[in-house]
């Protein structure tokens, strides 16, 4: 099973590692292994007339909305989003396949098959996957007093989310010769989709099969979901004071102090248990470890003797845990995710210098097609000779089921254009420097694209930070305006490379299912209105509901949402703009240990580790996570998550196998559509918390 992707960087469900008797295994194997799937479309008996539906697209964008509203509450939380593929093409399959026969061609019914699935599975990742500058760069901004409110940004927001959609979506659409045709890379969880799809549909027991897991998400999403709306008025369904309850029985302040001061508590965070579930061990017992070690005893132990002088926060007047350990967190995060893809050098130099002939052979395509269709003109033999031969070989759509050259063109160039427009008219940007940040966007691209489809790790987070290194000396008018275009840069590049990338991964699992990407395009450009939608409209709510995440005044402690990404993105801004504030000795010695750590450890493990070892060492990342997160209830959440995935695999393994997704993905979406419903009621004031008797003290202010 891969690594997932450490903190502001989006990882998905880590991919099968074989493909037997139709199931997937889940097993914990290494990152180099591959899918054992035939590279050729799959072929049916009943010829699918329509492949692109507003029925697929509409229901597959609907289910992605679903997956935005986790990855905001989860990406608030930790910096971590988890991808619609899995959960949309599961899904959509149990909404349409039964909609198929119980209605007529006219009122949505009609025969669904593998490629219209494929179809609303593309629509589910498009509208699931816009969130990453939400919980990251655009809160970040908020916290440095760059920008005012959301609500009165509305129309801001809204702009700067269309340029980064379209300009991923139509960019997307000649990166697919290079990367899916001619390189053939892995993408490990667009491929688990592709064989799950073909799974599905291939069968009667695969259309069993797939019912079955849709329940299963569906219960786990009802659970959660009502467990969240109920726990809103009775906080027992939130948190546990174990170690209070103890400490007070026992009349042993410590206990008592662990639990009000640092935070250790039971906390019942359902997303965290499913992430847990799907996440590799390696990770998870590292970061619990680390947590242990920072929250557990390196903080408590310094409080004690009168080097810190507070537990947590951020405090002007003396050191505190989070604000001693945030730099070396941070350095171990940012320079083991460089070092994790300098390490791949190869691969990344090939994705570039691939990207950029690709995009030099569809200048050539366009030309001539321009010259052939719209001049009217027919090119000679020799011309038409050389255009064949820059066609892909490997090529197995028609003409008619490709997406056009000057769809894409086209969309492209209006993208840059408005967002050139966007940049300068709302936040300042001189075109020269919306020009460099669309640049770096292509060619981060083709890095988030090649390490996707090699590793399915995308590095939106690097990608995000290697653009802010880029814009550190870029000249502005103020110092304010010098942090905006550094924000700026870095969300323009890390969100068009997320959205490149996740389109490209579809027209993997297309490729592989056979389906038209023509018809995924379509969807996807669809889809792209509701991924707005309703990653600006999540922003806005939860920043209403809940201040701490825009105002910079309210300590990230005292934040229902650790914040993880939005404090790594702000603090590496300032020490970019020369803002920050002086670090204490201790912190710097402590940051250069880490950032040698962080180069070091990745290296010894690529390079002197037997890989078959690889999935037992620690994870530098998630050390780097859990010096940053000021929450230890969330690694106690994944631990519990994983260890009972272990236990449920060897108690049922087959089970587990097949239903081990289902379970993660609905508790995954069911507390995050509850976390939208907390919100509202937030801020409609209606009073929470009508119990109080399990609260520490029976104090409501020591039930966060």
């Known amino acids: 099973m891969t690594t997932p992707v450490v903190v502001d960087e989006k990882f998905e469900l880590d991919s099968p590692s074989s493909y037997k008797n139709e199931k997937l295994d889940y097993s914990d194997k290494d990152t180099d292994s591959q899918v054992a799937v035939e590279e050729k479309p799959v072929q049916h008996a009943i010829v699918e007339e329509f492949q692109f539906t507003w029925r697929a697209s509409i229901v597959g964008s609907l289910l992605g909305c679903l997956v935005a509203a986790s990855n905001t509450y989860l990406g608030l939380k930790m910096g971590w989003t988890f991808g619609a593929s899995l959960f949309g093409a599961i899904f959509s399959f149990a909404i349409i396949k039964p909609m198929s026969t119980a209605l007529p061609p006219k009122w949505g ?27 990251a760069g655009i809160p970040a901004m908020y916290r440095l007093g760059l920008l005012s409110t959301p609500r009165e940004d509305a129309v801001k927001l809204l702009l700067l989310t269309i ?28 491929r688990a989709a592709a064989i799950t799809i073909i799974s599905l549909h291939d069968t009667v027991e695969g259309e069993q099969a797939a019912m079955k897991k849709a329940k299963y998400m ?12 109920v726990a809103y008025w009775l906080p027992f369904f939130d948190n546990l004071h174990f170690l209070y309850y103890i400490g007070e029985a026992a009349n042993y302040s410590p206990l008592m102090t662990a639990d009000l001061s640092w935070g250790w508590l039971f906390h019942w965070d359902f997303p965290f248990f499913g992430a847990g579930l799907m ?55 940012t320079l083991t995710a460089f070092t994790e893809l300098f390490i791949h050098y190869d691969a990344l130099w090939r994705g570039i210098k691939g990207g950029c002939k690709e ?45 056009p050259t000057l769809w894409w063109i086209s969309g492209t160039f209006l993208s840059i254009i408005f967002t050139c427009a966007i940049m300068g008219e709302y936040f300042g940007m001189p075109v020269y420097q919306s020009i460099v940040s669309i640049i770096l966007a292509f060619m981060f691209s083709f890095v988030g694209i090649q390490a996707t489809g090699e590793t399915d790790i995308n590095p939106t987070g690097s990608i995000g930070k290697m653009s802010q290194l880029v814009f550190a000396k870029m000249p502005g008018d103020s110092l304010t305006q010098v942090m905006t275009v550094n924000l700026l840069a870095g969300n323009v590049s890390a969100s068009a490379a997320s959205q490149a990338v996740d389109m490209v991964g579809d027209l993997k699992t297309g490729q592989l299912v056979g389906a038209s990407p023509r018809s995924q395009f379509l969807a996807q450009f669809i889809a792209s209105f509701f991924a707005i939608g309703i990653a600006v409209g999540l922003f806005i709510l939860f920043a209403d509901a809940y201040p701490c995440i825009i105002d910079g005044s309210i300590e990230v402690s005292d934040c229902e949402f650790g914040l993880v990404a939005v404090t790594a993105w702000q603090k590496v801004t300032e020490l970019l703009t020369g803002t920050s504030e002086p670090l204490s000795k201790g912190s710097i010695i402590a940051t250069a240990v880490c950032g040698v750590a962080a180069i070091v450890v990745p290296l010894i493990r690529v390079f002197f580790v037997p890989q078959k070892y690889h999935r037992w060492y620690p994870s530098v990342s998630a ?9 230890p209830a969330v690694p106690i959440a994944m631990f519990l998550g994983w260890a009972g995935g272990k236990l449920w695999k060897k108690l049922r393994p087959v089970a587990h196998g097949d239903l081990m997704f289902s379970v993660a993905g609905g508790l995954i979406a069911g507390q995050g559509i509850g976390a939208i419903v907390s919100a509202v009621l937030k801020i409609a004031n209606v009073p929470g918390h009508a119990v109080t008797a399990t609260c520490p003290g029976g104090l409501l202010e020591n039930c966060p």
């Not at 589910?124 to 939400?134: H, I, K, R, Y």
């Not at 569906?218 to 709306?229: D, G, K, R, V, Y």
């Not at 030309?367 to 066609?391: A, G, P």
Request: hydrophobic share 45%; aromatic share 14%; net charge neutral.
């Open 163 to 190: 340029s980064c959609a379209f300009y991923g979506l139509f960019f997307a659409v000649p990166l697919r010769s290079h990367f899916v045709v001619n390189q053939d890379l892995t993408f490990p969880t667009p």
């Open 279 to 333: 996440t590799p061990g390696n990770t998870v017992v590292t970061f619990l470890v680390a947590t242990i070690g920072v929250y557990g005893i390196i903080g408590p132990l310094l409080v004690q003797n009168g080097t810190f002088v507070a537990p947590l926060g951020f405090l002007k007047d003396g050191e505190t845990t989070n604000r001693f350990f945030l730099w070396p967190g941070i350095a171990l995060m």
């Open 359 to 403: 995009l030099g052979l569809v200048f050539m395509r366009g030309t001539n097609h321009f010259r052939r269709v719209v001049l009217r003109k027919n090119l000679s033999d020799e011309q038409q000779n050389k255009y064949n031969s820059v066609l892909d070989e490997a090529e197995i759509f028609t003409e008619a089921e490709l997406v």
């Open 623 to 631: 050390v780097g996570i859990a010096m940053i997160n000021p929450q």
């Open 218 to 229: 569906a219960f786990f999403f009802a659970l959660t979901f009502l467990w969240n709306i």
């Open 109 to 135: 019914g009609g025969y669904f098959g593998p490629k219209e699935n494929c179809t609303a599975q593309s629509a589910a990742t498009t509208s699931g996957g816009l969130s990453a500058g939400f919980v």
